[in-house]
């Protein structure tokens, strides 16, 4: 009986102390203009509801507060804005002190210089010298030809396994294409050393920024440090050389006729960037483009039409071309459908320079802004079965230009890669469905939040087409 009572006594302090502390975070929140919303614990926050409920949470907050609320996740104090207009308005007015607001770890690992931590004119230069490497001439002149001889080569052969895991093969994929279009001259072995950091650095970027022996944090950080040095001894090795080089290293590198000249430490910042960036957006788009299509025949008949005309009117070891990648009309849409569907991307993340109004309320500096765009790819008042795989709906034209379509961002940072990133995933998508047929493996599971991923990877019986 004593020990019960202790026990009960003990409990009752606990709730005690909970709700006081619970209270007192709220308290510490409740500046007056803040929008409503709940600040969970001192520190915490609300991160682990945010991270155990996924996308239910941000809808239970919005049936609570509306679409613009305050909560605590991820470390800082954060405005959610959910709200379509809204969520334009914020990408549109960087200027207005809206820049934006990543993790401290992404930034210490990706570098001072890196285009997401940046803003005013060194984010228009990094922009300026990046979309110089993306734009259409490249594209045509020397990115597309590197695209399709490495999709080519590394699409080859897949038949000859029981299984592929395309988890993993959509993750080397887009990692290396992107190596070969920066540096055509890397050696099997160098490609080896920095694709070993590289996987170590993404890691640190997502974890908490503990600088502990053994932490994420801390491998991240040395991988970063070693990429930096295969890359600096790359550019010596170029500058020695006198050569020249048709690669994005030799553009960034390049002193004539360069708009946008970069610092050592720039050009390794935008190496990186480039490497990151495209990353897991192009690797989850090309692995879940190959989910719907398996889950709907007639879209993957409409799909394969497409490209084996593309076959027909082509020599075997003719490459595509921008004009084969623009008249993809359909695997466009495929690509769309996909990224909306799966929501490769569910926000992107601002910051405050000042107190600033926004929405009526008042919002003090140095708080994050999470543009939460997710729900939008759901609304019903604007995509008619929203919950359905319908690639179809994107052959309107209209639709990629509609104002709450943000799955590439919008205003100043929206997103320099897209036509890069689409014509891997199309050439990606050509060499599959003109080369293979495929079956599931069957069982395994994707889940779609905090990212989008096969846990236990997704395989497939790949035979000849
Ligand atoms: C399917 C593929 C892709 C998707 C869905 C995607 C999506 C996005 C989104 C939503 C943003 C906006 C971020 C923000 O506002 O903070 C963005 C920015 C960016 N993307 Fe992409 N992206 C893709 C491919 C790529 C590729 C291949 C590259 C490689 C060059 C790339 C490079 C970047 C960069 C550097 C930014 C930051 C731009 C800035 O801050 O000015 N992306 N992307």
């Known amino acids: 009986m004593g020990i019960m009572m202790m026990l009960f006594g003990l409990l009752l302090i606990i709730v005690c102390i909970c709700s006081a502390l619970l209270r007192w975070n709220q308290k510490r929140y409740s500046k007056k203009g803040l929008p409503p919303g709940t600040m969970g614990w001192p520190i915490f926050g609300e991160t682990t509801e945010f991270l155990k409920q996924g996308p239910n949470f941000m809808k239970n907050q919005r049936l609570r ?73 490249m594209m045509k002149e020397h990115l597309l030809p590197k695209i399709d001889a490495f999709m080519r080569s590394y699409l080859s052969g897949w038949d000859e396994f029981e299984t592929v895991d395309i988890q993993e093969k959509t993750k080397h994929m887009t990692f290396l ?20 950091e590289f996987f170590k650095l993404v890691e640190g970027t997502l974890s908490v920024p503990i600088d502990l022996p053994g932490t994420q944090y801390r491998s991240g950080i040395k991988a970063r440090n070693n990429i930096d040095k295969l890359l600096t001894k ?22 004539e006729d360069n708009r946008y000249l970069l610092t050592d ?14 990353y897991e957006t192009v690797s989850v788009t090309s692995m879940m483009a190959l989910k719907y299509l398996h889950d709907h025949p ?66 003090p500096k140095g708080w994050r802004i999470y543009v939460y765009t997710r729900e939008i790819n759901y609304d019903t008042t604007l995509y008619e079965d929203p919950m359905i795989f319908n690639p179809w709906r994107w052959m309107e034209k209209k639709m990629e230009s509609m104002s709450y379509f ?8 929206q997103c320099p890669g897209k036509e890069l990133g689409i014509s891997e995933v199309s050439s990606f998508i050509h060499y599959f469905v003109t080369r293979y047929k495929w079956e599931e493996k069957g069982g395994e599971k994707l889940v779609v939040f905090p990212r989008v991923s096969a846990p236990k990877g997704y395989h497939l019986r790949v035979s000849p087409y």
């Open 177 to 196: 294409s992107s190596l070969s279009q920066i540096a055509e001259t890397l050696k099997k072995p160098e490609v080896e050393e920095y694709r070993t």
């Open 406 to 413: 943000l799955l590439f961002g919008g205003g100043v940072r």
């Open 234 to 255: 790359l550019i010596q090795e170029r500058r020695e050389s006198g050569e020249t080089y048709a690669d994005m290293l030799g553009y960034l590198m390049k002193k």
């Open 65 to 137: 507060y509306g679409s613009f609320f305050k909560s605590h996740i991820l470390g800082c104090p954060t405005i959610v804005s959910m709200d379509a207009e809204l969520n334009r308005y914020i990408l549109m007015n960087e200027s207005k002190g809206l820049v934006a607001g990543y993790p401290q770890s992404m930034l210490d690992i990706l570098g001072t210089s890196n285009i997401a931590a940046v803003h005013g004119p060194n984010h228009r230069l990094m922009r300026g010298s990046l979309l110089s490497l993306t734009n259409p001439a």
């Open 298 to 363: 007639k879209a993957l008949e409409e799909l394969r039409r497409e490209h084996l005309a593309i076959r027909d009117r082509k020599r075997p070891d003719e490459p595509l071309n921008l004009d084969d990648i623009k008249s993809m009309k359909f695997t466009r849409a495929v690509i769309f459908e996909t990224s909306r569907l799966a929501t490769v991307v569910n926000g992107v993340l601002r910051k405050t320079t000042h107190d600033l109004e926004l929405n009526g309320y008042l919002i």
């Open 265 to 278: 430490k720039e050009i390794r910042d935008q190496v990186l960037t480039i490497l990151y960036s495209g």
